[in-house]
């Protein structure tokens, strides 16, 4: 147990930590309102207006994703977080505004997506890779699980008490708790001690845009675990549409229910960060395995049956998802030399959320067209086929084989490298 949590013990990490979590859960309630309102309020179950929402938000990191890593490479990360919490800030209460007066309309609600979207460009990867300049490097692999710990119970905490306010008080007041978290995590980046952070320092051949893709482009290792990030997170995390469209217009259901598919769906991917924060090492097996679970229990949930199934389906496809999700970006971190590490985090951001300006439409459209099934249906045969190529891919590559095991009580299906054992690929060593 001590060692699921051995990072915390740095007070740093701590005051990062409590700051991430209280930012993760308003953020959390925000993205909940903020589907209720394009979905239910501003439109009538819109599933292509609900689409289009997450394809505004996202098309910024399309166009400047490079440019937010080479600044966080570049650029005091703690500076450029006060910044970007300050523009949250800004931008949240001008909506919390904007819904509580009655002047909310669709495309207001889509420009300041827009603007919250060049935020979280820059704002990702300088966040994700400033965990590094807190911890020692042998304890980045638990620190960063740990942020994933945090950004689950966050999924956990914050989409059930959204849709709790939204029946209560009303959706304009939850975006104005969402501002608060936003005040929270700059108090918290204000209260680091620069004097026990270490960044690392870039030689000035190794800044720019350039020099990052020319980087990743020698390391095959990171671009297997990038394609893994493209196909689980790219084309197939479309839960913010996929559940908002199955509990109103396929089960008929209220704010309330829609918020508690988040929250069951955060406490399996909890228990996946948290086994993630145990194990410490990423191993490329993990990520698969992550993909597989995916596809079988989405492709369950896609299934109509009754809203309580769906609603229990959701923990092991947040369990499966985080597990692949939070292993690729350990595997991109501590494969990736210092100095390239916000890049290479940019890129990971450019698989996972840089396609939702392409995938969400189409998303959207499928529910509208097709019927809500299929907002979950086109992620299970993306990830399904790339979890079969990938791993084909690679056991070809290192030679490997599945047998099956009779030594053992019971019997075990291993994976063997011709010509001797192998428990697993290795994670990737930087070079």
């Not at 308003?26 to 979905?39: D, E, I, K, Y």
């Not at 009580?409 to 690929?425: K, Y």
Request: with cysteine; charged share 15%; hydrophobic share 50%.
């Amino acid at each position: 147990m001590r060692k699921m949590f051995i990072s915390l013990a740095i007070i740093n990490y701590r005051i990062w930590f409590t700051g991430s979590l209280a930012s993760n859960i308003g953020n959390w309630m925000v993205r909940t309102a903020q589907s209720w309102l394009v979905l239910v309020i501003l439109t009538d179950n819109s599933a292509a207006a609900l689409g289009f929402l997450t394809a505004v938000t996202f098309i910024p990191n399309l166009i400047l994703n490079q440019f937010g890593g080479a600044a966080a490479d570049r650029f005091d990360k703690r500076k450029l977080l006060l910044v970007m919490q300050v523009e949250g800030a800004i931008s949240t209460a001008l909506v919390g505004t904007l819904v509580v007066t009655g002047n909310a309309q669709l495309w207001m609600i889509y420009l300041i997506a827009f603007i919250d979207g060049i935020t979280i460009t820059f704002d990702n990867p300088a966040r994700q890779s400033m965990v590094s300049e807190i911890v020692p490097s042998h304890q980045l692999a638990n620190a960063i699980a740990l942020n994933s710990t945090s950004f689950n119970s966050a999924r956990l905490i914050g989409p059930g008490i959204a849709g709790l306010l939204i029946a209560i008080v009303g959706t304009g007041q939850v975006f104005f708790i969402g501002t608060a978290s936003y005040v929270c995590m700059f108090i918290c980046l204000l209260l680091l001690d620069g004097k026990k952070m270490t960044p690392a320092k870039a030689q000035q051949a190794d800044r720019g845009i350039i020099a990052g893709l020319r980087y990743v482009r020698r390391r095959p290792d990171i671009i297997v675990v990038l394609a893994c990030g493209f196909a689980i997170g790219g084309l197939g995390f479309n839960f913010q549409i996929s559940n908002a469209v199955m509990s109103t217009a396929l089960y008929g259901k209220g704010a309330g229910e829609f918020g508690a598919l988040g929250s069951i769906m955060g406490a399996g991917a909890l228990t996946a960060a948290l086994a993630a924060a145990r194990r410490g090492r990423g191993r490329l097996r993990y990520v698969l395995i992550g993909m597989a679970g995916y596809t079988v229990f989405s492709a369950l949930a896609a299934i109509k049956t009754s809203y309580l199934i769906f609603a229990l389906l959701q923990a092991p496809i947040g369990l499966f998802t985080i597990t692949a999700l939070v292993t690729g970006n350990t595997l991109v971190q501590t494969a990736s030399s210092p100095v390239m590490r916000g890049r290479m985090l940019a890129l990971w951001n450019l698989m996972i959320m840089g396609v939702a300006p392409l995938v969400s439409p189409l998303v959207g459209w499928l529910g509208d067209s097709l019927g809500p099934e299929w907002t979950i249906w086109f992620g299970v045969i993306c990830v399904g086929v790339a979890t079969l190529a990938i791993t084909a891919l690679v056991m070809h590559k290192d030679q490997l084989r599945f047998v099956l095991d009779h030594t053992r009580r019971w019997p075990t299906v291993r994976l063997l490298r011709n010509g001797g054992p192998s428990n697993d690929v290795d994670e990737p060593k930087d070079r």
